[in-house]
Nanobody
């Protein structure tokens, strides 16, 4: 059974930084591209960033490019998202999930994946 646990969110002022973590068990983490997604109240879930299984390629949504950095530690089955220069519009619940691919279009939730974690809330005050 796949389990996903996100952490690291919080309340931060605009311009601040946070580092999110996501630990995954129950699947071969090192074999999967991984992605970060977010969902703000009243909005659809959107892909934020993705990274290939070997960390050779990372892609970002235009809205976070240059401010966020995705990384992973396959030995620890953990995905990270370093978020700098945070803006109020970054406020959302953040989730991670395996991704079918990591093209420039961003992450695509892996086919059949339903084991979403509880997410981690990021709130940026102006």
């Amino acid at each position: 059974q796949v389990q996903v646990v996100e952490s690291g969110g919080g309340l931060v002022q605009a311009g601040g930084s946070l580092r999110l973590s996501c630990t995954v068990s129950g699947l071969p983490f090192g074999a999967w591209p991984m992605g970060w997604f977010r969902q703000a109240p009243g909005k659809e879930r959107e892909g934020v960033s993705c990274i290939t299984a070997t960390s050779s390629i990372a892609n970002y949504a235009d809205s976070v490019k240059g401010r966020f950095t995705i990384s992973r530690d396959n030995a620890k089955s953990t995905l990270y998202l370093q978020m700098n220069s945070l803006k109020p519009e970054d406020t959302a619940m953040y989730y991670c999930a395996p991704s079918n691919t990591c093209y420039r279009s961003g992450p695509e939730v892996a086919s059949g994946f339903r084991s979403w974690g509880q997410g981690t809330q990021v709130t940026v005050s102006s």
